[in-house]
């Protein structure tokens, strides 16, 4: 019995392999994703990422010099691609006349807190309830080089979610910032904090939730 | 022509306080708001007040043992008081199963952040621009002695605002904290941080903001 349910299952597996080489799924090996349709919470990483593209503003922490190395929070505004495009890694456009992007040239630890409430998907759920997903991204903030591709991408990222930045003061001298991930928080149901690697967020394998549906008994 | 004007102001002082007198808005001597439109961002101390107030969750940030450090912010829900007889202080529920509550017990130091993004009432301002007001309360975060009248008040607070709080599961040991405010980081308006001391923003004078009306050449 359990030779045939295994033969079942890899069978399934191969099938479901063959079926997204021919729907050509390329986005999600480039760690984009395709849905905007919320995840399957048990999908952690397709969750996370959904989560993060979805919605496009946070707090982001840091250590504040000003205030004895007190954490610091920022209502801040943030893209991570362009919609449904997301690529997990938030950018910002900060300016140093604001406490947030002075605290972080000092000291990169840093952290950017979302909750999928704002989003409207949590129904009558308090904004605390495991059930209505958080996420804390924590690693380092740091400037991007204004010349790069990459602050090409996140001004085209910036720009098209948060369409008045583009009309904010030249003298305020706003740049380019982002997060570099090092550690994940998840809370997106009951039963604690979900494991969640940075590389399984960056690089999440949407072919698992839909292969898992494949592989369910008939 | 100076001493005119000074006088003008004295009388229109001393009727203002006659007719607060009259009107016996007591609350406003206990720090409280009566107020639930949307204060004119002049008064920093009452438009402050006003946006903990209606707001009913933010980011609650502290020093993470677990992550070097690193500041980490956290969604939570809160409630500084009954429906618009907020105290200014806000208080939260939390459980050590989550990571927030066992930092706070290590490093008390922390800040709430909050957005008058999600209150609706930014129009199509983005959560970024300062015209859409944000608030970061930095100080201590403390757990409140279960047995105290600060703690049946705040019960009472947290659980009109959050009533599924009292469904929460007993076993996860839920317990009441406050944040000891230090500071206050306000932005309402273009211009930068407003000045706004604690003793300010525990004391709103309503007063002014009223006499400031009747203070105004006819």
């Known amino acids: 019995m359990e030779s045939k349910a295994k033969s ?6 191969v099938l479901s392999l063959v079926l997204f080489s021919f729907l050509g799924i390329q986005d999600s ?6 849905a905007v349709s919320k995840p399957d919470p048990k999908n952690a990483a397709a969750h996370a990422r959904w989560l993060v593209s979805q919605n496009y503003w946070g707090v982001l922490n840091t250590i504040s010099s000003d205030l004895g190395g007190a954490p610091f929070g920022n209502v801040v505004s943030f893209s991570d691609g362009l919609p449904n495009k997301g690529s997990g890694i938030p950018f910002f456009y900060l300016t140093a006349l604001d406490p947030t992007a002075r605290y972080a040239m000092k000291d990169h630890r840093s952290s950017l807190t979302i909750s999928e409430y704002p989003i409207g998907t949590c129904g009558k759920r308090d904004p605390e309830n495991p059930a209505c997903a958080k996420i804390t991204l924590t690693g380092k903030l740091v400037l991007v080089d204004n010349n790069s591709k990459e602050a090409e991408f996140a001004r085209s990222a910036l ?7 583009m009309e904010w003061p030249k003298d305020h001298n706003f740049k ?3 997060l ?5 928080f998840l809370i997106n149901w009951f039963g604690g904090a979900k494991p969640l690697t940075v590389d399984q967020y960056l690089h999440p ?3 698992n939730q839909l292969a898992s549906i494949l592989l369910k008994p008939l």
């Open 205 to 207: 394998k949407i072919r």
């Open 180 to 184: 570099e991930i090092e550690d994940i």
């Open 8 to 13: 079942f299952v890899h069978c399934s597996y």
């Open 176 to 178: 380019i910032f982002k």
């Open 159 to 165: 720009f098209t979610k948060h369409p008045e930045m």
């Open 29 to 34: 090996v480039q760690g984009r994703l395709l």
